[in-house]
């Protein structure tokens, strides 16, 4: 639906309607993020809007983690934060697993606005970016996409898997990757979408230089330029203790020996070493490992891993469960996690102090 133009000479051209920002939610404050070397708040930290969830209508209410478990590092929320705060598409570049997504939700739970993950993929077709027809009764309605529909409103907008899109998707969302801000529906009626300040998006991928991940295709110059780049790498084995003893524990993981979740940690370091230098084509982000470990509630030790990795070319495979066979996985069935949970000061520290005997049997 075209509106006339209302200057008298132009009477009868058509000119596209323009949809302004939506005043939904409100904002109570700011959220400061630190910078990652000072840990607290200093100069160089940077404010983001902090809304009042209640200030929302139950659809987008809805929306907006209630709690997070994200635990930030390398400087990751930080370097998010600024781009948000520059107006800038930030794009995590990690292997599956690693907490790209989960990073950008933690965003929106940070400023308490509504979280909207759109995944991106080989089969995504360009109206899951703007919307589409659809017949009702005799007529056809527009009906937006969640794309669109969260651009004009406080949010966070995460397009995952951005690179796996097939181009002509790509190409009409390049548009959110502006800073114009603008988001026109060609397929539509043309009108353009003008964006809320305070609609955040964020875009993740998977390298596409790394082996396991071909079929990607390389982001476009076009693409890559617009966007800023943070790399996400492996976490470091300190902040993958405090994520697995988390989900022990707000999962009662209370059979798993404390023991066995050290020899997690370093099997998936020895199963990184070898990604990292080429010899094995798969994934093994945190994701994984969790899993891993939550499957040693319930099953001997090559069961849980069958499960978590038993989906792979049989060569592959075999040199996952051999590295399993680098470990004394049954040299100590106690404690249990939960119990250097309950009865340690710094679970994380005891648990990490065990490492060290731990290489000793490296057999
Ligand atoms: N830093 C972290 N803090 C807390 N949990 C994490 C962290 N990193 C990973 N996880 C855990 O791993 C799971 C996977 O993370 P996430 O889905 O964000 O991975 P991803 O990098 O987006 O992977 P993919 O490329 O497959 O989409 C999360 O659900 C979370 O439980
Ligand atoms: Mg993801």
């Known amino acids: 639906m075209l509106r006339k133009s209302e200057h ?6 058509l000119e596209p309607i323009v949809v302004h920002p939506e005043k939904v939610g409100k904002q109570t404050g700011v959220v400061k993020v630190a910078t990652p070397d000072a840990f607290t708040y200093g100069p160089k930290g940077v404010e983001l809007p902090k809304y009042d969830p209640e200030s929302f ?30 107006g800038k598409v930030p794009m995590m570049w990690g292997p599956s697993g690693v907490g790209k997504t989960q990073l950008a939700r933690h ?21 899951d970016v703007t919307g589409h027809y659809e017949l ?25 898997e951005w690179n796996a899109a097939p181009p002509a998707v790509l190409h009409v969302a390049r548009p959110v990757l502006d800073d114009s801000a603008q988001l026109a529906l060609d397929a539509y009626d043309g009108r353009i979408l003008l964006k809320h300040e305070h609609n955040f998006v964020i875009a993740t991928g998977n390298p596409d230089w790394m082996p396991q991940y071909a079929g990607l295709l390389p982001l476009s110059e076009a ?34 020996p404390a023991w066995q979740v050290v020899c997690g940690l370093m099997a998936w370091q020895d199963l990184r070493s070898n990604i990292d230098d080429g010899s094995l084509g798969i994934t093994a982000g945190t994701r994984s490992l969790m899993n891993f470990v939550e499957l040693l509630q319930y099953h001997p030790v090559r069961e849980a891993m069958s499960k978590v990795y038993e989906r792979m070319d049989s060569q592959s ?9 680098h470990h004394n996985w049954d040299k100590y069935q106690n404690p249990t996690a939960t119990d250097l949970i309950a009865e340690s000061e710094d679970p994380i520290v005891e648990l990490l102090s065990r490492i060290s005997e731990e290489g000793d049997d490296v057999g």
């Not at 008298?8 to 051209?13: D, L």
């Not at 965003?107 to 109206?127: D, H, K, N």
């Not at 009906?143 to 995952?160: K, N, T, Y």
């Open 136 to 160: 009702k009764g005799s007529t056809t309605e527009w009906v937006q996409s969640r794309l669109a529909r969260s651009f004009g409103r406080p949010g966070v907008i995460c397009i995952d």
């Open 317 to 325: 495979f075999s040199k996952v469960m051999h590295v399993l066979d």
């Open 107 to 127: 965003m929106a739970f940070l400023m308490q606005v509504p979280f909207e993950r759109i995944p991106l993929g080989e089969t995504s077709e360009r109206e």
């Open 223 to 256: 693409d890559a330029d617009r966007l800023s780049h943070i790399s996400v790498g492996w976490p470091e084995t300190v902040i993958e203790a405090e994520i697995l003893l988390n989900h022990i524990k707000s999962r009662d993981l209370d059979r798993v």
């Open 57 to 86: 209508p139950e659809s987008d209410r809805v929306k907006i983690p209630k709690e997070s478990t994200f635990i930030d590092h390398d400087g990751l929320l930080y370097s998010v934060a600024v781009d948000l705060k520059r």
């Open 8 to 13: 008298p000479e132009q009477r009868e051209v």
